[in-house]
């Protein structure tokens, strides 16, 4: 197994397609983003596929990843976007004494 290197091919392997069609899912149903007629005088902002192969703890391969990701090095603040998201949070450990 390797991970593909364009679009026509990880449409080819029913794994791959499989991540990419769950990661538009998991987009979509969570509200990340949707589809608007482009402004006049904007530009797009492009966007990209990132696989990677997970692997588990006994070396096997677990799932297939695939992730949509935005070309941040296009983005202008204030122009093309307004707000940042992630889905990551940082949580906070009180000590008590």
Not at 6 to 24: F, N, P, S, V
Not at 27 to 51: A, D, I, R
């Given at each position: 197994?390797?991970?593909?290197k364009?679009i ?16 538009i899912?998991v ?24 696989f ?24 202008i ?21």
């Amino acid at each position: 197994m390797s991970i593909q290197k364009t679009i026509g091919d990880a449409l080819a392997h029913l794994g791959w397609h499989q991540a990419m069609l769950d990661e538009i899912s998991v987009l979509q149903n969570s509200g990340t983003w949707e589809l608007v007629p482009l402004p006049f005088g904007k530009s797009v902002v492009g966007c990209k596929w990132v696989f990677a192969i997970k692997v588990g703890p006994k070396g096997t391969i677990d799932r297939l990843e695939a992730r949509l990701v935005a070309k941040g090095y296009t983005h202008i603040f204030g122009l093309d976007y307004g707000d940042t998201f992630s889905q990551w949070q940082r949580w906070l450990l009180f000590a008590y004494s």
